[in-house]
């Protein structure tokens, strides 16, 4: 048996805090988190169809029951599986990094044991890189960019015939 390289140890979140699969966070108070991190607000319509349409997703929540953390994954179930969302509330430095590294561990370990031969990409703040460093995710591999496009500001883009 070959070993597997060598992994950091299982990160353990504050005392008192959950992670948890089930049940997915209402898109209100996914809504809050991610603005708290720095996003647009987004429609709660959406959110809801966002949830529903994910593969999982994973939520880490505080002492008080509020949502402070999550993650969702999206794959086509054979060669690519998408981590988006990753989110973690501001506040004391060290308890945001704790729950995205909880977070980042605990969706690599879901994606290698359902999606083994997966390629992985995700879309993450600036504050979890550490964290997907950890893991061994690069940033930009062999100068890779990934790019977006939002569809409501396409179709009201000019194009070259118009």
């Not at 996914?30 to 169809?49: D, I, V």
């Not at 998408?82 to 989110?87: E, G, K, P, S, T």
């Not at 561990?105 to 031969?117: I, K, N, Q, T, V």
Request: hydrophobic content about 40%; overall charge negative.
């Amino acid at each position: 048996m070959i070993p597997f390289r060598n992994q950091p140890a299982v990160p353990r979140l504050p005392d008192g805090y959950v992670l948890e699969s089930e049940p997915s966070p209402q898109p209100g108070e996914l809504n809050l988190l991610l603005m708290a991190c720095g996003e647009p607000q987004r429609s709660e319509a959406k959110l809801a169809q966002v949830l529903l349409r994910s593969t999982w997703q994973l939520s880490v929540r505080n002492t008080a029951g509020e949502l402070v953390g999550f993650v969702r994954a999206t794959s086509d179930q054979a060669l690519n599986a998408n981590l988006w969302d990753l989110a973690a509330a501001p506040g004391d430095e060290q308890q945001q990094q704790a729950v995205l590294t909880v977070l980042v561990h605990a969706a690599l370990s879901r994606l290698r044991r359902e999606l083994s031969g997966c390629s992985i990409s995700v879309a993450a703040p600036p504050e979890a890189l550490p964290a997907l460093r950890r893991y061994g995710f690069l940033v930009d591999p062999g100068g890779i960019r990934a790019m977006g496009l939002c569809l409501k500001e396409a179709a009201s883009a000019p194009t070259s015939e118009g």
